[in-house]
Every structure is written in structure tokens, then in C-alpha cells.
């Protein structure tokens, strides 16, 4: 390729990207992300999110930003990866493919951390590079665990109790910036009929919510108890939740006696078996909305559902830390 030929190549790209790619990238995120976030943000990467245009003139200042910079509304979820979770039965090899599926839905959806039960993530395993969070929570091939996706923008701002809970429960509180209580939150993949483990993680909660002097409480995960009031059935029906275990039976009543409520709605089974068991339970329900349910199988081929939620929380954020981060910006040169 000769000189001239090459001349015109790079030139022809240049009015290529000026031209066309670039104010249609504009248009396209204005469209996707403006309309869906209902506030001004600044031109961003269709994956990233946006940057509330409010945040720039502080993003710039690094030494700064991750202490003036925040969080106004979190979303938070739940998702139980399914059989196996991320790693084969036999093989022990990691299941790529599953991980990025919920990565990326959840990321699409907007979700800043995600409560996954069983994920059966593997000593040593390390998460592929751009994948858009951070995995919390024990490593090890067994099913009794819970794990944690946050975003990077929010791993800085979350407190671990690591004094209390093990491998089915996680204790972390979330602080709020201009108030001095905290969320006290708990990640849970619960035992099935077993209202001991119940019993502990409430002595739990309740020692945790005088010593970190918490705001409310979340518990949230695959909690594997079938609660009465969520379904509407026919006197008739003799499923889980219309004919609940004296164990469930018990766990409801802990749940009363502890004034924890089931933000779940009614009627939207979280597994294919129609049972509603992947749960969202606080102690403050008016600061959290009500959770949206996906279909279950609808991500990464899981027999459970997406269980996602928001709550205003101002809460501190790193963007620098953030994933794949893109700004579209003209330029004469």
C-alpha cells in the first residue's frame, strides 16, 4: 500500500467518525439512557450507565471525586444461578458462559450488587477481565454458600461484619452519607425446613442492629421458605405455601415476632416449580419499593428469577473505578 493509498484510507476513517459514527453513537445513547434515567447525564457508552451531568465537574479531580461523588438510588437483587452455578459438577470448570449471562443482564438492568445463592465459585477462580463487578463471598465447590456482585463503584462504600454470619450468610452494612445509622444487610441462601439456622441469623440481626445502631434491615437471597400469604389459592390447593411445613410455620412466625415484612408481590413465583422462595424481607418497607420478578429460566438458564429492587440511598461512588467507561466528545483535530 502506497503512501497516497494509505493517505486517503485513514482520512476517509476520520470523516467516517465524524460524521456518521459518532453523533449516531449520540443519538443512539440519548435515546437509551436519557429517556430511561429521566435526569441530564453526559454522553457515555451505551454499557456504562451514564454520568449524571452534575458529577463532571468534580469527576475530573481524582483525589476528590470518590468522596464528593454518590450514589442517589441503588439497585440491588437476587439470583440464584441455578443448578450447578458457575462451575460444572464433575469437571469443576468454571461455566463461562452462565457468569457472563448474569453479569450482563444484571448489568443491563442497571443493578449495583447482586445477591447470588450457591454460586459454587472455585478456589483460585479469578473473574474474566471486563467483567462488570466483584465477586464477595467464600470460594469453594459447595452448594451451602452465598456470594455477592457489587459494581466497582460501590465495593468502597460497603462495610463487611466479617466477625458474624458463614458461608450461607452475609453481613455487611451500607452507609448513608449525611445521616449516622446505616442499612444492616444480610445475603442468605437458607437450608430448607430448618428453623434453627432462622433462629441464629435473627439473634443475629438483632445484635447487629444495636451495635451498628442500623437504620433498617434487609435480608434478601434464596431463603427456601414458602410464606402463606404470597399466594391467592383455592382452599383446595395443596402446594408449599397453602400447605406449609410446621418448620415454615415457625419461620413465619419468627419473621412476625422480629417485624420483618416480605416485600415480594403476591402471585410471582421466583422458581419453576411456582413456589416464591427467593425473597426480599425488611423491617422498613416504605423506603424500599416493591421488587420486580423475571420470569423464571429468563437469565442464564436458572430455574429461579431476578428478584431486583431500588431505595434511595446517597450513598458514595467511584466512577474511576467503574466498567468500561467511554465518552463520546468532538474534537477538531
Known sequence: MDAEVLYRLVSDTLRFLRSGFVPAARKFVEKRLVSRLGSTVFISSPLAGGIPSSHLDVLASSDQCNQRLSFSQLRFGVLNPG?????????????????????LS???LGLHAVVVPGPRLLPGTMLPAGFPYIFIGPRTSSWASVGLLISAELAGSLHFLDDVGNDRVLWFSLPLAGLQRPILVAAV????????FWTSLLQERSLL????????????????VHLADLVCHADSCSCLHCRPTSEDKLVRTLLSVHGLVCLNPPEHPTHV???IIDLVLTDDPARFSCPCVSPPGSI????????RFEFSADVP???????????????AE
Open 83 to 103: 443448578r450447578n452455578g458457575f462451575s460444572a459438577p464433575h469437571s469443576g470448570n468454571t461455566l463461562w458462559w452462565r457468569l457472563w449471562d448474569v453479569g
Open 106 to 108: 444484571c448489568f443491563d
Open 189 to 196: 441462601y437458607a437450608p430448607s425446613n430448618d428453623s434453627q
Open 209 to 224: 442492629l444495636r451495635r451498628e445502631n442500623a437504620l433498617a434491615t434487609l435480608i434478601l437471597g434464596d431463603l427456601n
Open 273 to 275: 416449580s411456582g413456589t
Open 300 to 307: 442464564a438458564k436458572s430455574d429461579h428469577s431476578l428478584v
Open 317 to 331: 461512588c467511584a466512577y474511576n473505578a467503574g466498567f468500561g467507561r467511554v465518552w463520546w466528545a468532538s474534537s
